[in-house]
């Protein structure tokens, strides 16, 4: 069954259970972090399959940590357009469809704040903070990361019931959503061109190798061998639902005038 379809108690039932699984993923992360922080380098050579042909293609195939934790950026943005729209649309229709937005914000608690900040506060950060490097906006970027929980939280709470927010509901609502968004469009820009460049020149060619593939394999334990497709497919639908889905509809018109003949 979509979350969509889904009965209100077993969406919020759902919205509860990842921070079991963030609590693991964290617990990875620990161990990631204290390996680095001791210097132990990630061979690849620690695979009986390391050096092979096969190998190599799967590395070759598998992206980077930082191309994946930017993939999962583009996901977020989805989520942003959609926050962006309903916001806009309350201010001229006073309604808020609630099954929609908290769709959109059990993707964002399920898949944005339990699984990639996950990795980013147990692989990225930490990583970072022992090489001395960018404190100030790591501190930064993990409070957003709690504030953006705590918006998450009032967006799942005032949608629970489904049907349509009004009045000082979905004027809250559009509160939250117009905050989200202001907030997380720099906080990922920030990372994308700064936190992950930073990242990357830490870690040697194995340690690429080894973290994108523990990253694959973490999503893979949590949302399945699709995990990621599905929630792409997932923010499809509520963009069609909404009347977004179409990229068209967002190319401006021409405004340069033809050339004289
Ligand atoms: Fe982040
Ligand atoms: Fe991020």
């Known amino acids: 069954m979509s979350a969509a379809r889904q009965p209100a108690e077993r969406r919020v039932a759902s919205a509860a259970a990842p921070t079991r699984r963030r609590a693991i993923l964290l617990g990875a992360g620990g161990l990631a972090a204290a390996a680095a922080g001791a210097g132990i380098t990630v061979a690849a050579t620690s695979s009986p399959a390391s050096g092979s042909a096969a190998q190599l293609r799967r590395d070759e195939a598998q992206p980077t940590p930082g191309e ?25 229709s006073g309604l808020i469809p609630a099954l929609h937005l908290h769709d959109a914000a059990l993707i964002i608690h399920d898949y944005i704040e339990a699984f990639h900040e996950a990795l980013e506060e ?11 490097q960018l404190d100030s906006t790591v501190s930064t970027l993990l409070l957003q990361h709690a504030r953006g929980r705590e918006l998450t939280q009032l967006i799942l709470a005032d949608t629970a019931a489904g049907g349509v927010a009004r009045g000082s509901t979905g004027k809250r609502l559009a509160g939250a959503m117009a905050a989200f968004t202001r907030m997380y469009e720099p906080h990922e820009a920030r990372e994308d061109t700064v936190v ?35 929630m792409v497919s997932r923010v499809a639908q509520i963009e069609a639902a909404l009347g977004i889905y179409d990229l068209a509809q967002f190319t401006p018109p021409n405004i340069i005038p033809p050339a004289l003949p």
């Open 68 to 92: 994946d934790l930017m993939r999962e950026h583009g996901l977020l943005i989805r989520i942003l357009l959609i926050y962006r729209y309903l916001a806009g649309d309350f201010q001229s």
């Open 122 to 132: 147990g692989y990225v950060f930490p990583r970072l903070r022992q090489a001395g």
């Open 196 to 230: 992950y460049p930073a990242y990357r020149n830490l870690l040697s060619a194995a340690e690429i190798s080894e973290l994108g593939q523990r990253f694959a394999q973490l999503e893979h334990e949590q949302f399945g061998a699709d995990g990621f497709t599905a």
